[in-house]
């Protein structure tokens, strides 16, 4: 993997910021874009930009094959069995949303319990909670070990028959965990729940297989790996989906109108009312192109190399703390920390003095940052197309920040 | 950007609030309390103010967050003790004023408050600065409307 010349298929990282080289440390957040994909977007806008689905002529036909085209990209892309498993969404919030007031609608009544973990992003707490409020059902909470893992002894004292949903991120954007997802969804089966899996910040980074992790649900965000935003993507098991409601009803997603009534698409059409989000499913089979043309299992070799490199480089900076298991093999490319007596939004804004982004504040985590005893933390966080190099420069900009609030105290 | 114009953001006054701050704690005989948070950033005040015929006869603060939005907060409570209401109020919109890089009333004696100019051109830390002013503006308008 040949990193410079992956960094000149992303026009934005030549540039610089306050004076200073751009480092883009917040992939985590939303990744850049290559040229591919910007390329792709311009070319259906320039060329055929149309309705899909309806249309007889030309530019709706290509329109179709470009939207349903992405929708293959996608399903082979995690290994789906077959493309009516493949819902495009807004993102990963739309997706977990849609699992939540469909089947966690249809499916939960008092008694029942839904089991999500500490580590979880608001949008994997947020559409339990609200379902379980609705339905009377109870959530429940995983607790962390010291090093923000989860442990199978604890998912197994947990999740019991009373048990229906199991839903868990795959990958911590926060701690940096990789959470035993297969391990996981077996013990979810064994006492008949589905499991539903936050692929958010694991989708861009490895290969994702949903038949071996033999998950129910997996939702996903486009823009955290080099599509546009307002793309995403839902698997869900047909044998599940077929059952389901859709939860948005107008164009699109009908077969059947009639005064008082009306009937629903087959699969995946049904989930998708409106007129779909065409240029972004376009840019996020570009975006799996990209991805693919690198290699899923370098990219992930790559930010592993990366993690372990800035945890010992940072490891050495007097007074840092950082969150998560220690150990960089059990850990994604993204490092979270905090250095004593600067507030990380200072950091946040000495860096950027520098060039250097990278994000600071509960990362959408609150719950988390309560067990972390923190009020909020910085995070660096890494894609394919950082380098050692540009960690050095983050090492050097956390020392000057501290020198820099030590002189002016 | 340089680490000089880190120092536009970073003046002395306001490391000396942040690290020193005035009237934190929490008020006894407060008769308003108003907690207030920045959900996009985690920092978070509870301001307690006294206020009797009118007047903020005290205020105090306690909270998390930045070095902008604490020494924010301790100068705010050190403006607004002894103004009435309406003055109180007029100097949360001087402030933002302030904050958005408008034009603003300079006949009011700012004090420290002025070091606080610099924020304005940190776009990122605007709500920093403003969020224990907007607390303040939300208490007393109620205050004002009971």
């Known amino acids: 993997m040949d990193i410079l010349d992956i960094r000149k298929q992303f026009p934005i990282l030549h540039q610089e910021v306050n004076g200073h080289p751009l480092v883009y440390l917040d992939s985590a957040a939303t990744s850049q874009k290559p040229i591919q994909v910007i390329e792709a977007l311009e070319k259906y806008y320039r060329e055929y930009n149309s309705n899909v689905h309806r249309g007889v002529h030309t530019l709706g036909t290509r329109a179709t094959d470009g939207y349903e085209g992405a929708r293959e990209k996608v399903r082979k892309f995690i290994n789906a069995k077959s493309t009516e498993e493949i819902i495009f969404t807004r993102g990963t919030t739309t997706a977990i949303n849609t699992v939540a007031a469909s089947y966690g609608a249809a499916n939960l009544k008092e008694g029942d319990e839904i089991v999500i973990s500490h580590m979880e992003h608001h949008s994997n707490i947020i559409p339990w909670q609200q379902i379980a409020k609705k339905t009377g059902a109870q959530l429940k909470y995983l607790p962390l070990q010291e090093d923000g893992t989860i442990s199978l002894e604890d998912v197994r004292a947990t999740v019991n028959s009373n048990t229906k949903i199991v839903s868990i991120m795959q990958v911590s954007n926060v701690l940096g965990v990789i959470n035993p997802i297969k391990e996981i969804a077996k013990i979810a089966h064994e006492n008949g729940a589905i499991m539903v899996v936050d692929g958010a910040q694991s989708a861009p980074h490895m290969k994702i297989d949903v038949q071996d992790l033999d998950c129910d649900f997996f939702a996903f965000s486009g823009h955290k790996m080099c599509a546009p935003t307002g793309i995403g993507a839902l698997y869900g098991k047909k044998s599940l989906l077929e059952k389901m409601e859709p939860i948005e009803y107008g164009g699109e997603m009908i077969d059947f109108v009639e005064l008082y009534d009306s009937t629903w698409k087959e699969l995946p059409w049904k989930f998708e009312g409106g007129t779909p989000i065409i240029a972004g499913a376009i840019g996020l089979g570009a975006a799996i192109d990209f991805l693919e043309q690198v290699g899923l299992e370098h990219i992930a070799e790559h930010e592993h190399k990366l993690a372990a490199y800035a945890m010992e480089k940072m490891s050495t900076i007097e007074g840092i703390s950082i969150f998560g298991p220690q150990d960089p093999a059990k850990r994604a490319g993204l490092v979270t920390f905090n250095i004593s007596d600067v507030h990380p939004h200072d950091v946040a804004t000495v860096l950027d003095a520098e060039g250097i982004a990278v994000r600071a504040g509960h990362h959408c985590a609150q719950p988390l940052m309560r067990w972390l005893k923190q009020s909020a933390t910085a995070r660096a966080s890494f894609y394919l197309y950082n380098t050692e190099e540009e960690i050095d420069k983050l090492v050097a900009g956390l020392i000057k920040t501290k020198e820099y609030f030590s002189d002016v105290f | ?146």
């Open chain 2, 1 to 146: 950007m340089s680490f000089n114009n880190l120092d536009s953001l970073y003046r002395q006054v306001i490391m000396d609030h942040y690290k020193n701050p005035r009237n934190k704690g929490v008020l006894e005989d407060g008769n308003l309390t108003i907690n207030m948070n920045n959900p996009t950033c985690g920092d978070r005040i509870q301001l307690s103010m006294n206020v009797v015929d009118g007047i903020v006869t005290d205020a105090k603060f306690e909270g998390e967050g930045c070095s902008i939005s604490m020494s924010s907060a301790s100068m705010m409570t050190q403006a607004i003790k002894g103004k009435n209401i309406n003055d109180a109020i007029k100097l949360s919109s001087v402030f933002s004023n302030m904050m958005q890089g408008k034009e603003y009333e300079d006949d009011l004696d700012l004090g420290d408050i002025e070091a606080l100019q610099g924020v304005s051109k940190f776009p990122a830390r605007i709500k920093c600065a403003t969020l224990a002013w907007k607390a303040m503006e939300k208490g007393l308008k109620e205050e004002e409307q009971s």
